[in-house]
């Protein structure tokens, strides 16, 4: 058996990342775009300025490229910098068969202990399993109750994680929270929190701004290819049909 551990922003296609328009990142479509593609509400969290920009960072400092971040928030006060991930945390149907089974209530689990077994020491620089080691989940991540991710998101995991930063992005934001929120046969969402010292502090009030900033609406929903394309020319790459 493969017990590799993939990061699951490497797997999804970079190289689609590096041809798409600034309209990827500008927190509007992406509202726009996760309405159409997944039927999920988005909105900006209360105090909390849209860049129309993105960030890629690593985990490690002059590691590879792990995490692929658009949009890009930032509180009024400067003292945090909210980043979602570019790509949508969902793997359909045929990925599934293409990656080798790691199926979609599986890609968050694997996301996260890919990044924090990088920081520990229990993945190489790529998030491939080193030999003999078993990454202990529980120990690193805490979880919402369950009654909390429901009323918080309408979700059905809310994990959270701290990521210690070698590398302050911007040269100051020197803290990072992780969360990462699912719903079963939904998309999941991968948010990066980092902070200034003084951000820190104020971590849980942060936490707090997220709360029905994403929202899976109550609907039959089901994955269609060919929508999540429309809505991804429609909305992301600007191209109006």
Not at 27 to 36: E, G, L, P, Q, V
Not at 58 to 67: D, S, V
Request: proline share 3%.
């Amino acid at each position: 058996m493969n017990k590799r551990i993939l990061f699951f922003s490497v797997l999804l296609p970079l190289s689609l990342f590096g041809q798409q328009t600034t309209h990827r990142y500008s927190f509007d479509a992406n509202i726009k775009y996760y309405a159409d593609a997944f039927d999920v509400e988005l909105a900006v969290p209360e105090g909390m300025v849209d860049l129309n920009a993105s960030a890629a960072i690593r985990i490690r400092k002059e590691y590879r490229l792990a995490f692929c971040g658009g949009p890009l928030l930032q509180s009024e006060d400067r003292e945090c910098v909210l980043m979602y991930k570019s790509n949508p945390l969902f793997i359909s149907e045929n990925l599934h068969k293409s990656i080798g089974g790691i199926n979609n209530d599986q890609a968050h689990r694997n996301l996260i202990s890919s990044e924090l077994g990088t920081v520990h020491g229990y993945c190489d620089e790529l998030g491939g399993l080193l030999s003999g080691k078993t990454f202990p989940f529980d120990e690193y991540v805490s979880a919402f109750p369950e009654e909390q991710a429901r009323e918080w998101f309408n979700a059905d995991s809310v994990f959270v994680y701290d990521l210690p930063v070698d590398d302050p992005y911007q040269g100051i934001y020197n803290h990072c929270t992780g969360v990462v929120i699912t719903k079963k046969g939904r998309t999941g969402f991968a948010l990066k929190l980092y902070f200034t010292d003084e951000g820190k502090k104020n971590e849980k009030r942060y936490l707090q701004s997220l709360r029905k900033t994403i929202w899976y609406r109550d609907t039959e929903w089901k994955y269609d290819r060919e929508n999540d394309k429309r809505a991804i020319r429609k909305h992301w790459d600007g191209v109006s049909e």
